[in-house]
């Protein structure tokens, strides 16, 4: 069974570009989250889709957005850059969410220069 | 809210030592608790959960036990490799689809030949 696939794996863009991530969940799993990992932060949960629906979201400006498709694969865009947005973002998904062990993703290196 | 609390690294030890790596959880009901493995340049892995109060998870040589009374799931393994290096975070997980999962900062484990 594959995995979770996160394209690209690494991505550099200058400040004020957007920059779209795609997220592939295993098979059959209908609940896909996105989180920014950085140093200093640790895991910040960006948002959580669940049957192309918005069903979670956590405390980032609005320039971060998502979206989830019928076969459960889900992109997040992130507009007007800033230097601050350099992280690694992971995607993670589930059958169902809650307190199912979650499957992540190698993860999209973002540089922002 | 909930939170998870762990201890901060890195935690540097010598090939074959002994590990602990400190978790406490602050959370209403009876969550679900799990230990998640980052090794380098790759996304998050679940290495062990458990479930219930008394509980004891374990994989890979690695456990950590449910206790309710402490609120804490401390990570241990008698006997560590280098290919342990990584970073581990323990996480909770309320029951309900919606819930999102709370995350401990992560702990950097080094371990030297």
């Known amino acids: 069974k594959a995995g979770v696939t996160q394209t690209p794996r690494y991505l550099i863009k200058t400040r004020g570009q957007q920059v779209t991530l795609s997220c592939s969940p295993i098979s059959g799993h209908r609940s896909v989250s996105w989180y920014q990992q950085t140093p200093g932060q640790g895991l910040q949960f960006l948002f959580e889709?669940?049957?192309?629906?918005?069903?979670n979201k956590g405390n980032f400006p609005g320039r971060f957005s998502g979206r989830q498709f019928s076969n459960s694969r889900s992109e997040m865009n992130v507009s007007t850059l800033e230097l601050g947005d350099s992280a690694l973002y992971l995607c993670?998904?589930?059958?169902?969410?809650?307190?199912?062990?979650?499957?992540f993703g190698s993860g999209t290196q973002l540089s922002v220069l | 809210g909930d939170s998870v609390t762990q201890m901060e690294g890195p935690v540097t030890l010598s090939e074959e030592a002994f590990l602990t790596i400190n978790c406490t959880y602050t959370a209403t009901g009876y969550p679900s608790l799990f230990w998640y493995v980052q090794y380098p340049g790759e996304g998050l892995q679940l290495l062990l959960k458990?479930?219930?109060?008394?509980d004891k998870g374990s994989n890979k040589g690695f456990e950590a036990t449910y206790r309710k009374e402490t609120t804490s799931f401390h990570l241990e393994k008698g006997s560590v490799q280098v290919s342990d290096s990584a970073v581990y975070f323990c996480a909770l997980s309320q029951s309900g689809g919606s819930y999102i999962p709370t995350f401990g900062r992560g702990t950097s484990l080094i371990v030297h030949p």
């Open positions: 458990a479930t219930k109060a008394d």
């Open positions: 993670a998904s589930s059958l169902q969410g809650g307190s199912e062990k979650l499957f």
């Open positions: 889709y669940f049957s192309e629906t918005q069903r």
